[in-house]
Structures are given as structure tokens and as C-alpha cells.
């Protein structure tokens, strides 16, 4: 049982915890709200350190505020992320923990779980989990695959996906078996980290499905170590009033002109696309010729015709347009590794009057969606795909950017 708090505290400390179905430790009801504070320990980033006060100001993942009280008494242990016990954890001091580091305070937290005064405080370098979590999103590129599902067949427990390639759409089967790490998104959730343990019978025809494994040599077939479903919503909008104090953004949407609102929470990733005058800088613009780059090159998409696996760009711009854009069949960048290549913004940035593509996962409320992504400027990418969409074979007469999220924009299941 030790053992098995341990792994679920580490779990976190590395802000993984969705991979846990579980609490750290049973708690009473008034204090489940939080799952980063139990009786004898709160877990977040510090923000704040005042040595002369022997305080750290801790924020856990949900929001809750702790003041961590330490003494000459308490003892400090750095680990690596990844680690799950504490036996390669090394002494370290006060003076070594900085602010952005993850903590696991070990004490007795306070009746109003505002307070612990730290018997140990285990530490995880900010750096450290960054280059952890990088190392992790550049395994899902190198080995993963995205599509929507296509058909469900819970007897033989096979998902089959639609995903987009310089062929074209073609459909890959998944088997899921026991081995299978399965998770899904929940309600509201934001995170990657958030998807909770799932099944086969849970995934619906047009959800998201995110895997990490290895293809067959024709590319029909995907052996996935690890799913991430989710059904998500997609939805573009022109700002009308940006509320940065309480963190919302009210979008009239486009294709049912209803108006919505967007709750954007820290953990959103907000992302700019380039203006169509700035798409140069990247390599071809909005038109770029038909066509792209080989496996390997700039602007290649993430998985070739047969299957293969992406390799390291060979030079050049591997930003936006690097190519030229790909919503359907033909060359050049896929947008959802377009997307994710983008930089990000803060939530200042977001201005009344700019184009906004959000998703979300389905929420209770229709009229309410929490920003797990948000793409400002998105003007330019509607039109961009609109016009690849009346390039196509029975393509639309003429360009509509608010339909123009039915022809390949998905991007609701994140990295890493």
C-alpha cells in the first residue's frame, strides 16, 4: 500500500496524475476537491520561496494555494522525473529549490488545507521536467498517430480510424488488447494528463484518437502501446469581449452565429497563426504549390503513404506553410502538426475582433466550452482550407471558412 501511494504521489510530483484512476490517499469528502492535497502532504509548483520567513508558496493543480512552513528540521530530496520510488532521490537544500520546481510537501496539512509545515519537501527540477515532458512529445511525433474514429468493433476489440496522409484519407485499424495503456478525455478535462483509464466500448464513431506504437510495413494496421480518445468540439468564432480576470472569452460563433463562451484555464495552449502576409517567412504562402517535400524534409507530414515514420528535418523552415498546407489529400504540412508547431500566447493577446478556432471536450453545457487549445488568427488557416476544400473533387462551389472545420482541422487531443 506504501508502495502504491508512493507511485501515485510521484505520479503528482510530475503532474501525471491522470495516469492514476485513484486519490493519493482516502480523504475526507470536504477535501477530495483537490486531488494534489491529502491529510499529510500537498503537491504543486512552487511560486514563491522567502527564505527569511522559512516559507514556499506552493500552487497545486487545481488552483488551491499552500503555504509550505519549513525548519531546520526538514529534510530535502531532489528526484528525477520518471522515478518512482525514493531511492535515487539525493540530499539537497533549501537554497537549491527554485520557483517553477514541482514539490511533494510531507506534513501535516491544516484543517483549511492552507498550511503544512514540511517534515520533507521532494523536489523535481523545473528544467528536468520540461526536458522530460519535450522527450515524451517528441516520442508521440516520431511514433504516433491521429485520426477520427471510423468504425468501433467491441468484440474483436479493433478501432478503426480515419487519418490523412500525402495518399490522402485512408482507414488504419487498431487493436486494442490488454496490453493496450487505453485512456480517454473526460468531460471538461484539458490536460493529456487528464485522460482516465478506459475501454473499447467507450470510444464513439468521430471521436479523436490519439496512439503511440508502430505501424505495418503497408500502413493498414497500427500496434499501439498506448490510446487517447476523446470526443471533442471544434469551433470557430470572432472574439467579441476578452475578460482576462476571470479567464473567459466570449466568441460569436461562426457557422450557427450563436454566441458562446470559452473558459481558459492555465492549462489551455493558446497559439498564433501567422498573418497571410507573414505565411512567406515560413516557405510557400496560403497557395503553396501543389505538391511537397519527401518523407524527411520540411513540411513533411506525419505519417508518409506507407506508413512510415517521420525523420529529422534535413534544414530549412519546418514552420507553418513550410510546403504548403495539407487538409486533405496532397502535399505538404498536416495542419494538426502544423498547429502544434505554432507559438504560443498568452491570453492578453487575444483581442476583440480576431478569428479563434477552440477546442474542447463535449461539456454539459453547449453554450460553455474550456479552451483545451485556441488558435487566434485563424482567419487566414479557414480560408486557406476552404479554398483547398473547392479544389477538390465535388468541393464547394466557393469558399465557406465556417464549414471549413469539417475538412481536417482536429486538434483536441494534445501532446504530452
Known amino acids: 500500500m506504501r508502495a502504491h501511494f508512493l507511485a501515485i504521489a510521484l505520479a503528482f510530483l510530475t503532474g501525471t496524475a ?18 494534489g492535497i491529502t491529510p499529510n502532504s500537498a503537491i504543486g509548483e512552487v511560486k514563491a520561496i522567502d527564505p527569511s520567513s522559512s516559507n514556499l508558496i506552493l500552487k497545486t493543480d487545481a488552483g488551491s494555494v499552500v503555504t509550505v512552513t519549513v525548519s531546520d528540521k526538514t529534510v530535502y530530496m531532489r528526484l528525477a522525473p520518471g522515478e518512482t520510488t525514493l531511492a535515487n532521490a539525493t540530499k539537497i537544500a533549501l537554497a537549491d529549490v527554485a520557483e517553477g520546481d514541482r514539490v511533494w510537501a510531507r506534513g501535516k ?3 483549511d488545507q492552507k498550511s503544512v509545515p514540511a517534515a520533507a519537501l521532494i523536489v523535481m527540477n523545473k528544467a ?12 508521440w ?5 491521429l485520426g477520427v474514429v471510423a468504425a468501433v468493433n467491441p468484440e474483436t476489440k479493433e478501432i478503426s480510424i480515419s487519418t490523412r496522409s500525402m495518399a490522402g484519407t485512408r482507414p488504419v485499424i487498431i487493436p486494442v488488447d490488454d496490453k493496450v495503456d487505453m485512456r480517454r478525455y473526460a ?12 475501454t473499447v466500448s ?18 493498414t494496421r497500427f500496434t499501439a502501446e498506448k490510446v487517447v480518445t476523446g470526443s471533442f468540439r471544434t469551433v470557430a468564432g470572432t472574439v467579441t469581449v476578452v ?19 470559452v473558459v481558459v484555464k492555465q492549462d489551455a495552449v493558446l497559439r498564433k497563426f501567422p498573418a497571410a502576409g507573414e505565411m512567406m517567412m515560413f516557405g510557400r504562402g496560403p497557395g503553396g504549390g501543389p505538391g511537397g517535400p519527401p518523407t524527411g524534409q520540411p513540411g513533411a507530414p506525419a505519417q508518409g503513404p506507407s506508413g512510415g515514420r517521420p525523420q529529422p528535418a534535413a534544414g530549412g523552415s519546418t514552420g507553418p506553410g513550410g510546403g504548403g498546407i495539407r487538409a486533405g489529400g496532397g502535399g505538404g504540412m498536416n495542419i494538426q502538426e502544423m498547429l502544434e508547431r505554432l507559438p504560443t500566447i498568452a491570453l492578453a493577446e487575444v483581442k476583440v475582433g480576431d478569428t479563434i478556432i477552440v477546442s474542447s471536450t463535449q461539456g454539459a453545457d453547449p453554450a460553455r466550452l474550456t479552451a483545451i487549445s485556441m488558435v487566434t488568427g485563424a482567419d487566414t488557416l479557414l480560408n486557406m482550407v476552404a479554398a483547398r476544400q473547392q479544389q ?8 465557406n471558412p465556417a464549414a471549413g472545420l469539417g475538412s481536417g482541422i482536429q486538434f483536441g487531443i494534445g501532446l504530452p
Open 18 to 35: 491522470g495516469a492514476y484512476a485513484q486519490t493519493p490517499q482516502a480523504t475526507p469528502a470536504s477535501q477530495q476537491a483537490d486531488k
Open 109 to 111: 496539512v491544516s484543517d
Open 128 to 139: 528536468d521536467i520540461a526536458k522530460k515532458q519535450e522527450a515524451e512529445r517528441a516520442e
Open 141 to 145: 511525433r516520431r511514433r504516433g498517430i
Open 187 to 198: 468531460p471538461d478535462s484539458i490536460k493529456f494528463s487528464d485522460a482516465k483509464p478506459s
Open 202 to 219: 467507450e470510444v464513439k464513431v468521430g471521436d479523436q484518437l490519439r496512439a503511440l506504437g508502430e505501424r505495418s510495413t503497408d500502413g
Open 243 to 261: 475578460d482576462a480576470a476571470t479567464g473567459e472569452v466570449k466568441v460569436n460563433d461562426l457557422q450557427t452565429k450563436q454566441l458562446l463562451t
Open 392 to 399: 477538390q473533387p465535388g468541393g464547394q462551389s466557393a469558399p
